[in-house]
């Protein structure tokens, strides 16, 4: 009924006998997103398709389904609570939320928060086509936000536009090329959507509180961010391009990144090296030179790439391969390698 490629998953509808297939939908939605009270006008034609792709924290639901209006009560909540934001990416038919006194109204192209620990109200335009909604799944303790902040964005209509755009590109771009990726990259992903979802809905917040300091500290966080995961291959990527690239001095940018777990020069290393690692371990690129995988992200001195992949795994890129691959042991090394995480003397 459904097909799996790595963590992504797929089921349509169209597989279950038409007489079922509305109470197939409810069933799926309660069981993958939360537990919640469906109705249709459409039993007799229902049309749904169902989608999800596990991103290490968060997860990304897809889904395809006829007009329909749902509650979800207390006794709901108390039934299964994954305590999670779900930004929805509304397409097709229109939508509303009603939740903690507010109705978002119909959306459509644009987005929608809910919060899955209170109760919640939907409904569609009951005389359009299917809806299409790509939701992220965000546990609220994975959020970079201060507790509770974000439920001062549920049920608003949030605009598809600037970083919006963004953030609506990568969501369907995730829907349509997801089954073609491989599981290292969906965790890579999977940091990515958290980090932008959170320089999102930090940027919504900024606007509807009157952009307090510390949510454009975040949301400038957040993209500083974002830049470096799409420069990693450059070697000229440093601090100083971080911070000239946002035009904040370069004191400014290690403020920004004073509470995080790594320092800005530190993350930019540990990333070039996860992906150097991630390319070491691939099969097809089994010939390619190491030299040439360091280049590509942007370590540009063999002796010093080789001396930091050492460092962080205890193994030279070239053994680490070798037991990547199964092309014998290293050094009798049996267990995969973690990166070392840096001192705090380390993390600038």
């Not at 109470?23 to 997103?33: G, I, K, M, P, Q």
């Not at 010939?287 to 460092?311: K, M």
Request: glycine letters at 8%; charged letters at 25%.
């Amino acid at each position: 009924m459904g097909s799996m490629n790595h963590m992504w998953t797929r089921a349509s509808g169209h597989e279950v006998p038409v007489a079922d297939r509305f109470d197939w939908f409810t069933e799926t939605v309660s069981t993958d997103l939360m537990p919640v009270a469906i109705s249709t006008d459409r039993v007799g034609d229902f049309h749904a398709v169902v989608g999800a792709v596990e991103l290490g924290a968060v997860t990304v639901s897809t889904l395809e389904f006829s007009p329909v209006w749902s509650r979800r009560t207390p006794a709901h909540i108390r039934r299964g609570d994954p305590e999670q934001y779900q930004l929805a990416l509304v397409e097709g038919n229109a939508m509303k939320a009603c939740q903690l006194g507010r109705d978002s109204g119909l959306v459509v192209d644009g987005f929608i928060v809910t919060n899955t620990s209170a109760p919640l109200e939907c409904d569609t335009d009951r005389d359009g086509g299917p809806i299409r909604a790509t939701v992220l799944q965000i546990p609220r303790s994975q959020l970079p936000l201060r507790a509770g902040r974000a439920d001062h964005l549920v049920a608003r209509r949030l605009p598809r536009t600037g970083l919006g755009a963004v953030m609506a590109h990568f969501m369907t771009s995730l829907r349509d090329n997801g089954p073609d990726c491989r599981i290292e990259e969906l965790t890579v992903l999977g940091r990515a959507a958290l980090d932008m979802a959170t320089a999102y809905l930090a940027e919504q917040l900024g606007t509807i509180e009157g952009t307090a300091p510390e949510i454009r500290a975040r949301a400038l966080l957040e993209r500083a961010k974002m830049f470096i995961e799409r420069n990693l291959g450059d070697p000229a990527l440093t601090p100083r391009a971080v911070a000239d690239h946002h035009n904040i001095s370069l004191r400014g940018l290690y403020a920004l990144f004073r509470d995080e777990p790594e320092g800005v020069a530190a993350l930019i290393r540990i990333r070039r090296l996860e992906r150097c690692r991630a390319d070491l371990a691939r099969p097809e690129l089994c010939t390619v030179p190491v030299q040439a995988i360091a280049a590509r992200w942007g370590f540009s001195n063999a002796t010093v790439f080789g001396r930091a992949f050492r460092q962080a795994y205890g193994l030279t890129p070239g053994e680490y391969r070798r037991h990547a691959l199964g092309h014998g042991s290293a050094r009798g090394v049996e267990e995969p390698c973690t990166l070392r995480r840096p001192s705090p003397a380390e993390r600038v």
